[in-house]
């Protein structure tokens, strides 16, 4: 028998019913087998993590109940036992087996990733060549991943309705035309080659950070632009080439082309992203499951503490989080006394002044505003050597679910200097002080223990402007900072965990598809009226205004509607009422942010999911209605003469 007759019969094989049925059993079987060896493994080894951490430190256990930190890292450390992670990498892995097998390509499959490793696998074990055998074998898993889905998604659409049958074959024209093949190409390698670029030398943390943001990023923006492209040229090309005139003489409706084009334009960007969002999530894992810095190994610390790379990781990073803003003094309240005392003590001078001033309900409210700036900007600000007592309220779900929270604070002085650092003191419940050398201008973070917080869900922590200090004879000193500093309202509030990353992220890989499909519709839309050149201008104007509507909004706020001295400029007029109505249409788009959510170890609040997907979905049925509309007016047979 031939080489080529050996093949042929292993391709019939595969093709088989009984080969299908068998080997989606051992799939499943080895699955569930090697989960479940997992699983015995890390609960029969799983004991008390605070017994591992007084093993671990060589502490007095009497001593160490009760203690707040031990509880806090016994937190740490239990999560170095995820299932949750490795049953998602597991499922994964067998649902995309399990395709495969079915589209008759198990055998092809299995001997493309047995020469993949023979080749890449050498590789991998020098330093020389590492970066050459994760690549290779980042591009056949990813290749691998998007050929089998395209191919499970043409299955799915294989119904005999012209709908489906416009989608199949936009996913056709998508392997076969070039504007979106080098766009796939692009991703594809991009992505295999990303894990290659971190700095190993850089702390842990940070190297998660920057792979979840250039990862995501790189794949929604280079998704985005092949929407763009793609999606007006599937149309476009059509109408152009007259291959038109043979689809719409089938009994295909207008909505039905409109809709089916949108269906496969927003099936290929489903595909894509899902083997994106696949390959980024489980690289995320094996990182997370890599020394940090001071670890000898995975949540192995040298001095058997936990080290600050590890905690910050697990506590702030590869989590989701929920926040508790600073508290402000119900006597502070718009509408209180001391803001009231404050208007009146105001009137009263400016009538020193002007005798006859009766102060309109405007000029209240004015004031109202302006004093209680001015008393909030007061609260957060601390001269030097001066303390303050801040509190947050509202934590009881921290306390219950005994996970460590995040003191996340700011301070600004000097027109935040970058040379200079000040000391900032704070005094837990408990009396423990803690010290930190502060920069000025961004954001830094506490790890605390939730048993500082008391049982009506209150946290009081004091914070000094300068350093305490103990002097020889017992007495408690404040050397302060040299000016004063004041606290932003964007800089100081306290998160804890209320979710996982894992949910979070598939969280945020769905509204980055919405997004996605939103595009997709607006360039089915242009692309029925307009040439390929003018609708892609169009679909990628739409697309970066939406992005930047955040920044469209606050730019408006500062142009004005007049000049420096207050004269009215009908163009800024113009320019600005446009601005703010694109700030206002897009805005829920652009305020769900999921990908800085993930990076900041954020969630992704599902009230902000709703709004900003309701505004999606309105205005993506929205475009489908003027696509409609406007296709089914257009004479796309006009006879020429000749």
């Known amino acids: 028998m031939t080489l080529g007759e050996r093949w042929r019969a ?95 390509l198990g055998l092809t499959y299995l001997g493309l990733l047995v020469t993949a490793s023979v080749i890449a696998g050498p590789l991998w074990f020098f330093p020389q060549t590492e970066f050459f055998g994760r690549l ?34 936009v996913l056709a024209e998508a392997v076969r035309m070039n504007v979106s093949l080098v766009f796939i190409v692009l991703l594809i390698v991009g992505l295999a080659a990303l894990p290659g670029l971190l700095d190993a030398d850089q702390p842990l943390r940070y190297r998660v950070q920057s792979f979840l943001q250039w990862g995501t990023g790189f794949s929604y923006w280079v998704l985005g632009i092949l929407i763009v492209l793609f999606g007006t040229a599937t149309v476009t090309f059509e109408q152009r080439d007259k291959i038109i005139w043979q689809t719409m003489t089938k009994p295909i409706a207008s909505w039905q082309y409109v809709l089916g084009k949108w269906l496969g334009v927003a099936g290929l960007s489903a595909v894509l992203l899902a083997v994106c969002a696949s390959g980024i999530f489980l690289f995320t894992e094996y990182l997370r499951r890599q020394p940090a810095v001071g670890e000898t190994a995975a949540y192995v610390a040298r001095d058997g503490d936990i080290t600050e790379d590890r905690l910050i990781l697990e506590t702030q990073v590869l989590t989701a989080r929920s926040g508790a803003p600073l508290h402000i003094p119900d006597e502070l309240a718009p509408d209180g006394e001391v803001v009231a005392d404050a208007i009146q003590q105001r009137v009263d001078r400016i009538r020193l ?19 209680y700036d001015e008393l909030i900007t007061a609260y957060r600000s601390l001269d030097p050597g001066v303390d303050r007592r801040y509190e947050f309220r509202g934590l009881s779900q921290a306390k219950e679910r005994n996970a460590p929270i995040t003191l996340r604070y700011r301070i600004d002085a000097e027109g935040n200097r970058p040379d200079r650092i000040y000391t900032m003191s704070f005094v837990l419940p408990d009396g423990r002080v803690l010290i930190r050398e502060t920069g000025l201008g961004f954001i830094h973070n506490i790890t605390l223990a939730p048993q500082y917080i008391n049982d009506d869900g209150v946290l009081a922590v004091d914070v000094i402007n300068g350093e305490l200090v103990q002097q020889p004879n017992g007495a408690i000193l404040i050397q302060p900072n040299s000016f004063a500093v004041t606290i932003p309202s964007e800089g100081f509030d306290v998160t804890f965990e209320v979710g996982s990353f894992q949910i979070n992220y598939l969280r945020a890989i769905a509204v980055l598809w919405a997004k996605l499909a939103f595009i997709a519709m607006v360039a089915v839309w242009s692309a029925t009226f307009l040439s390929f050149p003018v609708a892609a201008m169009v679909t990628g104007g739409v697309f970066i205004l939406a992005e930047g509507a955040g920044w469209l909004g ?45 990076v900041d170890g954020l969630r992704l609040p599902f009230r902000l999911m709703a709004s900003g997907l309701g505004v999606l979905l309105v205005l993506t049925v929205g475009f489908f209605g003027l696509a409609w509309l406007t296709f089914r007016q257009r004479e796309l047979a006009t006879y020429s003469g000749q």
């Open 10 to 104: 292993l391709d019939r094989a595969q093709h088989t019913r009984m080969f299908k049925v068998v080997a989606s059993a051992l799939v499943l079987l080895a699955a569930l087998l090697g989960y479940g060896g997992y699983f015995v493994a890390v609960t029969s080894s799983q004991s008390d993590p605070e017994q591992i951490l007084i093993d671990r430190l060589g502490v007095d256990p009497e001593q160490a109940a009760g203690d707040p930190r031990l509880e806090l890292l016994a937190g740490v450390i239990s999560g170095s036992s995820d299932l949750t992670a490795v049953g998602v990498a597991t499922a994964v892995g067998a649902g995309v087996a399990l395709v495969v097998i079915w589209l008759g």
């Open 136 to 169: 290779l074998l980042g591009l056949v898993a990813l290749t691998a991943s998007f050929t089998a889905l395209t191919q499970g998604l043409r299955t799915l659409l294989s119904g005999s309705t012209g709908l489906f049958a416009v989608a199949r074959n």
């Open 353 to 371: 002044s002007d005798q006859g001033f009766q102060p309109t309900s405007a000029d209240i409210a004015g004031l109202q505003g302006e004093i």
């Open 554 to 598: 606050n730019a408006a706020d500062l142009y004005g509607y007049t000049d420096t001295t207050g004269n009215f400029l009908p163009h800024r007029a113009v320019t600005t009422s446009v601005s703010m109505v694109v700030s206002g249409v897009f805005g829920p788009y652009t305020d769900l942010k999921p990908i800085n959510h993930i």
